[in-house]
């Protein structure tokens, strides 16, 4: 429910308090609909972050237990497939790197800016659009990596071009890792099914 100041008075956004004889009927509704459901997804959530570890402890048992089997050492990170038995069900562990560029790219960046610069009078619209688009940043001031990193497989021919993209290559740097988990499901046809974990994809 809404908060409530010590007489009851129900407090809005800006802290004010609003007596609830004076609360229209339909904001009480929208208040409780908000609040169940945000209960549920809180619950959700943490059943999420439980299973979560549950899957990290049980995975890195069993790889421990396969290591130990063949006598290895078990090495952190790596991607791993594990299908049941059937050959009916399989869970994917996934280890992304997380990239980010240096200041070489801001060099990069200019070489770049000097190529479309000299070839401005016949320069190709689309590819003016291609590395503007690669440089634009999201609403949190971050870079698309895989569009720069796509700037490189461009094939253009031309001295400072290749120069630029050798510097981006330069100004690539690692800070860390992310972990991706995926249960995947064989129907009838064959076709690998995803359990979707995700409601924004549900």
Same mark, same amino acid.
């Given at each position: 429910?809404?908060?409530?100041?010590?007489?009851?008075?129900?407090?809005?956004?800006t802290?004010?308090?609003?007596?609830? *004889?004076?609360?229209?009927?339909?904001?009480?509704?929208?208040?409780g609909?908000v609040?169940?459901?945000?209960?549920?997804?809180?619950?959700l959530?943490?059943?999420?972050?439980?299973?979560r570890?549950?899957?990290?402890?049980?995975?890195g048992? $069993?790889?421990?237990?396969?290591?130990?089997?063949?006598?290895?050492?078990?090495n952190?990170?790596?991607?791993?497939w594990f299908?049941?038995?059937?050959?009916?069900?399989?869970?994917?562990i996934?280890?992304?790197?997380?990239?980010? $560029?240096?200041?070489?790219?801001? $060099?990069?960046?200019?070489k770049?800016?000097?190529?479309?610069?000299?070839w401005?009078?016949?320069?190709?619209?689309?590819?003016?659009?291609?590395?503007?688009?690669?440089?634009?940043?999201?609403?949190?001031?971050?870079?698309?990596?895989?569009?720069?990193?796509?700037? @490189?497989?461009?094939?253009?021919?031309?001295?400072?071009?290749?120069?630029?993209?050798?510097?981006?290559?330069k100004?690539?740097?690692?800070?860390?890792? *992310?972990?991706?988990v995926?249960?995947?499901? @064989?129907?009838?046809?064959g076709?690998?099914k995803?359990?979707?974990?995700?409601?924004?994809?549900?």
């Open positions: 429910m809404a908060k409530k100041n010590d007489s009851g008075h129900w407090l809005n956004g802290g004010e308090a609003v007596p609830q *004889k004076y609360v229209p009927m339909i904001d009480r509704k929208r208040d609909m609040e169940r459901l945000m209960k549920q997804a809180e619950a959530s943490e059943k999420l972050s439980a299973f570890e549950t899957i990290d402890t049980e995975v048992k $069993f790889l421990g237990e396969a290591a130990k089997q063949h006598n290895l050492v078990l952190e990170g790596g991607n791993y299908t049941g038995f059937s050959g009916d069900i399989r869970l994917e996934k280890v992304g790197k997380l990239i980010d $560029f240096d200041e070489r790219l801001k $060099f990069a960046k200019q770049i800016d000097d190529c479309i610069e000299r401005s009078e016949g320069a190709n619209d689309k590819l003016k659009l291609v590395v503007f688009d690669a440089f634009k940043t999201d609403a949190k001031g971050r870079l698309d990596t895989k569009r720069i990193l796509g700037l @490189r497989k461009l094939e253009i021919k031309d001295a400072v071009w290749e120069e630029a993209m050798e510097l981006i290559g100004a690539i740097t690692i800070t860390g890792t *992310k972990t991706y995926n249960f995947h499901r @064989r129907d009838e046809h076709e690998w995803g359990v979707c974990l995700d409601m924004a994809r549900a």
